[in-house]
């Protein structure tokens, strides 16, 4: 392991967008080589207040990947009955092939439209972990 950089968000931020937005969970990292893999560990806590709402989540490199799939990333959330909060992980080795300064991020959006779906309600916290591994 060559580096670790940690991020944290602990500010309730919700969407109701049905586009991809980001949840502010994020890290930056400036791989040594090209040829480095960076391993990202996510934990979101998830929180909806209305019952069978759902949301997606997904990693995203800069503004504009998805490392996830375009439709639901890397999956989704959903509310069984008044308010739910849950919490799930997300993982996934890239290989950016860059040694610029580069950005991971949590992005999501309301698989309901008009339904809000929220990061770090009640007061918990997410993190976000970028491991450098040597290619």
Do not use: H
């Not at 060559?2 to 991809?20: E, F, I, N, R």
């Not at 960076?38 to 709402?53: F, G, K, N, Y």
């Not at 069984?80 to 890239?94: E, H, P, Q, V, W």
């Amino acid at each position: 392991m060559l580096q670790v950089v940690v991020g944290y968000l602990t500010t309730d931020t919700g969407t109701t967008s049905t586009s991809w937005s980001s949840t502010g969970i994020d890290a930056t990292i400036t791989p040594s080589a090209t040829s480095s893999k960076i391993m990202i560990l996510a934990s979101v806590p998830v929180e909806s207040a209305t019952s069978a709402r759902l949301g997606a989540f997904s990693l995203y490199r800069g503004a504009s990947t998805n490392l996830g799939g375009s439709t639901y990333g890397f999956g989704t959330f959903s509310s069984t009955g008044g308010t739910t909060r849950d919490s799930f992980a997300l993982n996934y080795l890239d290989t950016p092939a860059t040694t610029s300064a580069t950005t991971y991020a949590v992005f999501f959006y309301s698989i309901s439209s008009g339904y809000n779906i929220k990061v770090c309600g009640g007061s918990s916290r997410a993190s976000i972990i970028l491991l450098e591994i040597a290619g």
